[in-house]
């Protein structure tokens, strides 16, 4: 199951995660955005327990999207303990999207 | 409505119209340049049938010669727009526009870079690389586009919707039509900014903007990739055992999807491709 974040569950989803956590940055009108998402499902079942793989809408929730200096769709960032370990623009296989989480 | 266009007419792009042809399929090929093997200066010993080695640039031309003996649509243009349809693809050149139920990318790798400082730095930071990927970024900012040809056209038509403050930078290069928006033809010298772009400089001075668009010369197949949402790895067009990226009838060969750089590969990856769009489109209907 893929997460959707919000302003009020961002905090508690990701940065206070105990698991490394995926967050896909994208939005309704971007294209290639759309390609990212069969796969992020795909990806949540294989690592069911390991880790969290979230999305982001950037309208919906913008001020998270300028907190982190979004200016480009899709972005993925992994986050560990709270922090930012790996960024990419770009639509990502399964395997580098698990080699961003370090699995 | 074509059942296949083909974009690149080299060894792959060649080779996959001429079974699809076989297999009763008219493709067309679209293609703007011979490639790597354009300026080749070697000559091909390596390759089977030819008892005296030949020039790559003969070789390739020969390629596109046959297609056409063969009765192959195969058209000299560049394609600037390559989009989702609503039943396939939409594929643009500087002067047709064309849909069709499939695509194969054969393109080759060249692909120009470039070469400013700042560029990397700021790539995703205010520099970007697709205008219906990252526009609505922009919305009444101060945005510059760099480029000079119809590609730059087509995605300043884009960008238009979004702001009216555009600056179109040529980088040195000469703009063949005329253009309601603020010129600067000098070369640029670097992306300037904090931890994302603020400025652009060049050998008159330094303009200050909130977004880089580039489109200079036309897109690769990487930049189309990106804009569709292709999975690219270590630049290279990621596809499955079908040939067929993740894009459904979005296929690619040759060295765009990695692998040896040579001719029997490509002509190998051709034939290959050509079975499995054949097999796509008969599935579909």
């Keep these: 199951m893929v997460i959707v974040l919000t302003k009020e569950n961002f905090d508690q989803e990701v940065l206070k995660s105990h698991l490394p956590v995926l967050v896909d940055f994208w939005a309704t009108w971007c294209g290639p955005c759309q390609r990212v998402h069969p796969i992020l499902e795909s990806l949540s079942e294989e690592v069911r327990g390991l880790a969290k793989i979230c999305k982001l809408d950037v309208d919906a929730e913008y001020e998270i999207a300028d907190d982190f200096g979004i200016l480009s769709i899709p972005t993925i960032v992994a986050f560990k303990d709270g922090k930012v370990i790996n960024s990419m623009i770009g639509v990502q296989s399964k395997e580098t999207l698990k080699k961003m989480l370090g699995l | ?285």
């Design chain 2, 1 to 285: 409505m074509k059942k296949v266009i083909i974009i690149g007419y080299g060894p792959a792009g060649i080779s996959a119209a001429i079974y699809l042809k076989r297999a009763g399929i008219d493709p067309l090929v679209i293609g703007k340049d011979l490639g790597a093997l354009e300026g080749y200066a070697d000559l091909i010993e390596n390759y089977y049938g030819f008892s005296e080695p030949i020039e790559g640039k003969k070789l390739i031309e020969q390629g596109i010669e046959q297609a056409k003996r063969l009765k192959i649509e195969v058209l000299h243009d560049s394609v600037i727009s390559l989009k989702p349809g609503e039943t396939g693809f939409t594929v643009v050149t500087t002067k047709h526009k064309y849909q069709a139920h499939s695509v194969l990318l054969s393109t080759g790798k060249t692909r120009t870079t470039l070469n400013i400082p700042g560029f990397i730095k700021y790539r995703g930071k205010g520099i970007s690389l697709c205008a219906t990927c990252d526009g609505y970024f922009y919305r009444k900012k101060k945005l510059a586009i760099i480029g000079c040809g119809a590609y730059m056209l087509h995605e300043l038509e884009y960008l238009n919707r979004l702001t009216s403050d555009i600056t179109v930078f040529t980088h040195g290069n000469d703009l063949d039509s005329d253009l309601e928006y603020p010129i600067i033809k000098d070369q640029i010298l670097s992306f300037k900014g904090t931890d994302k772009v603020t400025h652009i400089e060049t050998t008159q001075g330094l303009y200050p903007i909130d977004g880089v668009f580039i489109a200079l010369g036309v897109p690769s197949s990487i930049d189309f990739a990106s804009q569709l949402g292709v999975i690219v790895e270590k630049n290279s067009l990621v596809v499955d055992e079908n040939y067929q990226t993740n894009v459904e009838g979005l296929f690619a060969a040759g060295d765009i999807i990695g692998g040896k750089l040579q001719i029997a590969k490509a002509v190998y990856d051709g034939m290959e491709a050509a079975d499995a769009i054949y097999q796509y489109l008969k599935d579909k209907t």
